[in-house]
């Protein structure tokens, strides 16, 4: 017997497909709306392979609100919603900010005007720990400054936050969820799913894996002055499935009235500060395989050191990201060799 229908809009992105895999495992219905601007439908037989179901798709983007009102319409009783859908480049975010407003805010308004119409019981918001900006004090905790958000895309985050918030405030009838996810890494450990990026890879992993299966020359490492004990940046690399299963837990934390309030909100991380080079030296230790790599200068408006305190999460959710580092970072190896063999990279 099916748990109820969940709409997973950009559900065929990168934290979206996994997500969706974990929900049909837990036995939800699910029904994914993605405009494909930074994804492909081949995703879709991706999760096919790996749960057994086709998730119902509706190609189209959440900013139109006659799409999605279409949509509520074709796929009644959606009992939930987990949004993903929103453009995530910080640099591109720099020169395109109307766009990134836009697609981010729209998305999420329209999300929050349907879903009283409809009977939608929760929302689970996608957010960052950019919002923390550069902190005072690691690990973060919830309770840690909301810092100036130093991209229009960090913005869109913080924005998001307060809008669900007042909204939540004024009486909304329904609760929200909003997580934020520290650096998400890896793949579906059956190499049937991964992060596919656009172009040039920006993100440290895809950029890794591409330069060690020879796509990429040499991959710079952003800086070694930072102060940090190798002088490279750390961060908080959380494994993209352990990411996903969180997300699970929170949509039946709402529909089974187990919030404790209206509105809260998760940091999602391990807990664990790695820095850039120690991620490589993990890379090469846990394949095998030589990464070519530089120093060169700081890239601008980067974050010298970031990690999370998750133990709000671990302890009212129950959860806990669990995949050891070298298992993420064989996962990231294993998906980027399936795109090889797939002809794709
Ligand atoms: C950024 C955003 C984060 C967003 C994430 C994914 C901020 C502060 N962070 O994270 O909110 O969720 O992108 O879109 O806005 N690096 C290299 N060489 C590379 C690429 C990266 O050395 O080729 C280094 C960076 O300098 C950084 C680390 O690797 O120290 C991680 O970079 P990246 O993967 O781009 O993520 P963030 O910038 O941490």
Redesign the pocket.
């Known amino acids: 017997m099916s748990k109820g229908r969940i709409l997973v809009t950009g559900g065929t992105g990168y934290i979206g497909s996994h997500t969706t895999v974990e929900l049909i495992n837990s036995g939800y219905d699910v029904v994914i709306i993605d405009n494909l601007s930074n994804s492909n439908r081949e995703v879709l037989e991706g999760i096919k392979s790996i749960t057994g179901i086709m998730p119902d798709f509706v190609e189209a983007d959440c900013t139109d609100l006659d799409a999605l009102t279409g949509l509520f319409e074709k796929y009644p009783g959606i009992k939930g919603i987990i949004n993903f859908a929103a453009s ?3 640099g591109e975010s720099m020169q395109k900010p109307v766009l990134y407003y836009r697609n981010n805010l729209n998305t999420l308004m329209n999300l929050l005007d349907i879903m009283p119409d409809y009977g939608v019981k929760g929302l689970v918001f996608s957010s ?3 919002v923390y ?1 550069e902190p005072d004090v690691n690990p973060v905790t919830e309770k840690s400054p909301i810092k100036k958000a ?2 229009p ?2 913005n869109t ?1 913080q924005i998001s936050e307060e809008i669900i918030t007042d909204v939540i405030n004024a009486g909304a009838p329904f609760k929200s969820i909003i997580l934020r ?1 520290f ?3 890896g793949a579906h450990p059956s190499a049937e799913i991964g992060e596919l990026p656009n172009g040039v ?5 895809p ?2 894996t591409q330069t060690a299966i020879g796509i990429r020359k040499e ?5 070694n002055d930072y102060d940090t004990p190798d002088g ?4 908080d690399f959380i494994n993209v499935v352990d990411l996903a299963k969180a997300h699970v837990i929170a949509i039946e934390r709402m529909l089974n009235d187990k919030s404790d309030a209206p509105i809260e909100i998760f940091n999602l991380g391990t807990g664990k500060g790695l820095s ?1 080079l120690q ?1 490589i030296d993990a890379f090469e230790r846990a394949t095998e395989v030589k990464v070519p790599h530089k120093i ?1 200068g ?2 601008s ?3 010298e050191k ?1 990690w999370a305190d998750p133990s709000y999460a671990n302890e009212v959710l129950g959860w806990k990201a669990e995949t050891p580092i070298e298992d993420t970072m064989v996962s990231a190896w294993n998906w980027q060799k399936k795109l090889r063999e797939r002809g794709i990279m």
């Open positions: 995530k480049a910080v960052s720990c950019t900006g130093t991209s895309y960090g985050k996810y650096n998400p890494v890879p920006q993100n440290l992993i950029y890794l991959l710079s490492v952003f800086g490279s940046c750390i961060r850039v991620l060169v700081r890239r408006g980067d974050i970031v």
